[in-house]
């Protein structure tokens, strides 16, 4: 492929040298595994001195690094070099494509609505009154429960399953082995401990456009109102979200995070991984957690938060929680201290 048919699925154009345009270029690499025939960007400083020893046909690059460039290799600058590959990296996407048609093996239901260009693969489970738009592609072993609908270039990959009455939107991603629209952890106790009674979970889950879901994700089903993930969020691999959580729009999550039932996080949010979140609380948008983050009550205002201690020697550890055993007797000491001088 051309380096200018390339630079194409940037959303801007960019200027290149004369002659730059038909380069060929096969492929996204590394700047320090890069090679004649590459593509490569620079995102951070830190990676400078890769780029001195650069042996790729172009590079992603801003302004000021320009002088940094080798010669012999082709400067791209853009705002965003990062951002800039993201957009280019699907002109090398090696992910099969669809067969746009229905293998003999699927089970569809007569009442299910198939429209065109529509990819279901082997032993694939259409049920009853399911609806898939055009060019959706079903991989094989999924399960597409009944009266599920699905939006048109959404893609499951092998071994989803969308149970009853589930809502996708267009251009959703969902990955192996995700399930949505499993029952809420819904019991009431019986009296004298002899037990519980399940609570029927009968809402559904709504996933608006543009939806990425990670592998191996469980997504339940609200119950009474719906659980809701609104358009352009990104869910990481092994996360939990509990009957009637909202996820506002752009908002990531990163791996195994829980988010217990009835909390709403905000719009451009973001948790990093094994982040947990208790139930019944509000996030306000553009709020931000770090790793293992234990959100215990709502934010009302957009920030950073974090909680939580990061890995160190073990015998200093020993010593501080030695210490944090000894905060409530040091406290009482301190007040009776303060009673006193009064």
Sequence with gaps: MHLEQVLQALPTSVSLPEGAETIEIEAFAPLDQATVGSISF????????????????AVLL????????????VAIVVDDPYLAYAYLSHQFDKAPKGSQNIHPTAVVHPTATIAENVSIDAYAVIEAGAVIAKDAHIGAHC????????????RLQ??????????????C????????????????PLSN??????????????????????????????AIEDT?????????NLVHLAHNVVIGR????????????????????????????????????????????????GTTEAGLYSSGLPAQPSGIWRKMVARIRKLDALFERVDALEKQNK
């Design 250 to 297: 752009a908002s990531a999550l990163a791996g195994q995070i829980g988010i217990a039932g009835s909390t709403t996080i905000g719009a451009n949010c973001s948790a990093g991984g094994q982040s947990g979140f208790t139930g019944h609380i509000t996030i306000a948008d553009n709020s931000h957690f770090t790793g293992q983050a234990m959100v215990t009550k």
């Design 62 to 73: 801003t302004e000021k690094e320009l002088e940094n460039c080798p010669n012999g290799v």
């Design 42 to 57: 620079l995102a951070s400083a830190k990676y400078r001195r890769q780029l001195e020893n650069c042996q790729a046909s």
């Design 173 to 188: 991603l969902i990955q192996s082995g995700t399930v949505i629209g499993s029952n809420g952890f819904g019991y009431a």
């Design 143 to 154: 399960v597409v429960g009944e009266a599920v609908v699905i939006g048109a270039h959404t």
């Design 193 to 222: 401990g002899a037990g519980w009674q399940p609570i029927a979970q009968n809402g559904r889950v709504v996933i608006g456009d543009h939806v990425e879901i990670g592998a191996n994700c469980t997504i339940d089903r609200g």
């Design 158 to 171: 092998p071994n989803v399953s969308l149970l009853h009455r589930v809502v996708v939107g267009a251009h």
């Design 228 to 236: 809701i993930i609104n358009d352009q969020v990104i869910i990481d």
